[in-house]
């Protein structure tokens, strides 16, 4: 695809640094944890449940009380207004109020004068439990019947009967894990009394406003009496969109009974037992298709294990649905989707939010399909590509209009020198009857924007002081992607400003207010934009007075290098901004964004819910060793597009991160279950994700040559999350190297996360002994 040459800008487009990169790799930024504490601050630390499923009959909490340097002990009893702190759904209990739904589930709370103190007086508690029957897996749930929100249908067509008529049908089970989100900071709140009765909290948040409206419930008090406020956090991932609620509820509500400053920080062996996770799916399908690979139909059921509580477990489950297609046309097609409750922590927001889970499937039925009609998997996923109409509609009625995908697939295919290297695998794997290598290229689409269309907007604040420098308050997030540094590149380039003359502020619900989470990959389309209008206003203001100053059209007034001009007429910035003030001119301005186009209709799951797709391709080359099941990841090629990127440096890494998490969820990070409801994988100890040396020395990130067709910002595209999904391309290179050990036509059953235990099974599975 041809696109424009990108036009010439001073700050947008450039790869800076990002604005805290020499605070973090020295030690200086500060995280809530960070901060300085007050005089007099309490810890705060969790009693938690060690059954499964239950009732709790009785809690002696004496010894507790009796501790010296215990201030303050709460239980469900002591909550008096608001008592849940579900997202959605007032189904998720602060405290547990009686029935324990998992095991870990926080029954009280308590403030001492130390961390210390606080952690062993939550060990001397007494419980009793009258256990039930627990559900701890998807099988068991779905056994039951048990469903945390009724199950969903989504289709088009007439699928039974194209499967009826294809030229070929094939069946399959498939499951994919979930994830925990292991970010470095974790969750933590402090909770400050005011003296007018109000609450100063600071949390390590994606959703300053959500836990602004949650706290205010929980101590009965009107939203303006809290004020929320987040710097920065040390990863986030999903894991603190709507997660961090709980801690931030007891944090002020052990402050409000107290009367003194409250911190909450969770051990990271109990961060993990008691947060959610990656919703992990099992599948069952049944695909007709023809000679070429091409889909006819597709029936698909997707069972998702939800947790014990709905959380954001509605929007994930149908974002999941949306991106069953993945970069493929499904003429017809019946989704079948099981949301079922288990005796687990409630799953949530995860990078990708659902969408991985679906490209999961699809991917993994076109994979079955060329098995068993013994070709390239690369040849059946182009015979399924999006295409012109009518092969350009979505299952839910959304045209795709900007689909670049087979122009980067034939580029990456091109420069990765795929079909060459797939030759030379196949030879080395004829001569090697123990190390198999693989190869896969696999394809990215991905909706951006929020599926919630009313979360599709944003605020900014601009403030222009009289030396000429500018503030910027908006309601993002800056976990470590680079939100705040391209919010700056874009307020500098709009005001003609150097960079350092433009400072980003913390995110404050005091300034900003009613903001969506920095979430689906939209926080720099969104704030960005509402950042850009702000100082865009203050800018048509002052080319106005300009243009009065030197009578000049305003039109000509130019904003370039801290200069204001218009033919020989030159002011530096600065004294412009003077000028403006000694004319009683508003030097600050609110700037708000609303994502235009999309629409979408729960009820007949049909419209438009996303601006745009942002696409990209990885091609992943892999050795099995089949004595051990181990592999090894050799090269990773990734052509990403990423519109008129912002700022490349940032896409980059967040290119490459988001890859190795994705690669993480698909071959090692595996979560497991004791028989009795207890998470088993609670630490670094058990739970392994990818180090450095899990890179492959080759690793290539090329972003493609393309402007985004929607004006967005700066016609840029979203990063944040469609790169983890490239990561598949890992998991079918396994499954790749895998068929080389399988009778011709012979599918491979390998369950994903793809860990050693997985492809030993897989081997097992298709017959295959090396050596043999």
């Not at 048990?146 to 294809?166: F, H, K, N, S, T």
């Not at 050990?741 to 081997?763: E, F, I, K, M, S």
Request: overall charge negative.
């Amino acid at each position: 695809m041809s696109t424009p040459p990108p036009p010439a800008h001073d700050h947008v487009g450039l790869p800076y640094a990002h604005d805290s990169a020499r605070l973090h790799v020295t030690g200086r930024a500060r995280y809530t944890d960070d901060l300085p504490e007050l005089p007099g601050t309490l810890h705060a630390a969790l009693g938690c449940a060690e059954v499964a499923h239950g009732r709790l009959s009785a809690l002696d909490l004496d010894t507790v009380r009796q501790l010296p340097g215990v201030r303050a002990v709460l239980t469900a009893a002591d909550l008096c207004h608001g008592t849940s702190c579900g997202p959605i759904e007032p189904d998720d209990p602060i405290l547990c109020a009686g029935e324990v739904s998992f095991f870990g589930q926080p029954l009280f709370a308590v403030a001492a004068d130390s961390v210390e103190i606080a952690r062993r007086a939550v060990r001397l508690a007494w419980a009793e439990y009258e256990t039930q029957p627990a559900h701890l897996d998807i099988a068991s749930a779905r056994a039951a019947a048990d469903y945390v929100l009724p199950p969903v249908e989504m289709q088009r067509g007439d699928a039974a009967a194209a499967l009826q008529q294809a030229p070929h049908r094939l069946q399959g089970q498939l499951s994919v894990g979930g994830q925990e989100h292991f970010y470095l900071e974790g969750q933590v709140s402090y909770a400050v009394p005011r003296d007018d009765g109000g609450l100063q909290l600071y949390c390590s948040t994606q959703h300053p406003s959500e836990m602004q409206q949650l706290v205010a419930e929980a101590l009965g008090l009107p939203a303006h009496a809290v004020t929320v406020e987040c710097r920065r956090i040390g990863g986030g991932f999903g894991g603190k969109e709507t997660q961090s609620a709980q801690w931030a509820c007891l944090a002020a509500l052990l402050a409000q009974r107290t009367g003194r400053p409250v911190k909450l920080r969770l051990d990271r062996d109990v961060d993990i037992a008691v947060t959610g996770k990656r919703h992990d799916f099992a599948y069952d399908y049944d695909a007709g298709f023809d000679d070429s690979g091409r889909l006819h139909g597709l029936e698909l059921t997707l069972a998702a294990r939800c947790g014990h509580s709905a959380d954001l477990s509605g929007p994930v489950n149908d974002r999941a649905l949306f991106h069953v297609d993945n970069a493929y046309y499904l003429d017809a097609v019946t989704l079948h989707n099981l949301r079922l409750r288990t005796h687990t922590v409630s799953n949530t927001a995860f990078r990708g939010f659902g969408g991985p889970q679906g490209m999961f499937a699809i991917e993994s039925v076109l994979d079955d399909i060329a098995r068993t009609l013994q070709c390239d998997p690369l040849v059946v996923r182009r015979a399924n590509f999006y295409g012109a109409a009518p092969r350009d509609t979505t299952h839910y009625g959304m045209t795709v209009a900007d689909n670049v995908l087979p122009e980067l697939v034939d580029q990456l295919e091109r420069d990765s020198h795929y079909p060459e290297r797939r030759h030379a695998i196949a030879a080395f794997n004829a001569a090697s009857p123990v190390l198999k290598r693989g190869l896969a290229l696999t394809p990215v689409k991905f909706g951006i924007a929020f599926t919630a269309t009313h979360y599709n907007q944003a605020g900014a604040l601009a403030h222009v002081y009289l030396d000429g420098s500018v503030l910027v308050s908006h309601g993002g997030i800056e976990m470590g992607q680079g939100l705040h540094i391209k919010v700056q590149q874009v307020v500098a380039e709009e005001l003609g400003l150097p960079l350092e003359r433009v400072r980003i502020g913390a995110t404050d619900t005091a300034k900003v207010p009613n903001t969506s989470a920095s979430a689906a990959s939209s926080s720099a389309d969104l704030n960005g934009q509402a950042a850009r209008q702000a100082a865009g206003a203050i800018r048509t203001r002052l080319a106005a007075l300009f243009a009065v100053l030197y009578g000049c059209h305003a039109a000509t007034v130019e904003f370039k290098g801290g200069q204001v001009c218009s033919g020989e007429h030159r002011l530096d910035f600065s004294e412009l901004v003077t000028l403006a003030y000694r004319r009683r001119l508003p030097l600050w301005e609110a700037g708000f964004y609303r994502t235009p186009k999309i629409h979408y209709d729960a009820d007949t799951r049909q419209g438009r819910p996303f601006y745009y797709f942002a696409y990209g391709a990885a091609v992943s080359e892999v050795a099995v060793d089949t004595l051990s099941g181990a592999t090894r990841l050799l090269a990773v090629d990734i052509l990403h597009d990423v519109g008129r990127s912002l700022n490349p440096a940032i896409d980059r890494g967040q290119i490459e991160g988001g890859f190795v998490q994705g690669m993480g969820w698909l071959t090692s990070e595996e979560l497991c279950w004791q028989p009795d409801g207890r998470l088993a994988t609670h630490a670094p100890s058990t739970y392994k994700i990818p180090t450095a040396y899990d890179v492959p020395e080759h690793f290539t990130v090329t972003l493609f040559d393309n402007a985004n067709i929607e004006e967005g910002l700066h016609h840029s595209k979203a990063v944040g999350e469609p790169p983890l999904m490239l990561a598949l391309s890992v998991f079918f290179a396994i499954r790749d190297a895998l068929g080389y050990c399988a009778a011709p036509g012979q599918r491979v059953p390998l369950a994903a996360p793809a860990t050693p235990q997985a492809v030993l099974d897989a081997l097992d599975a298709i017959g295959y002994r090396p050596g043999a």
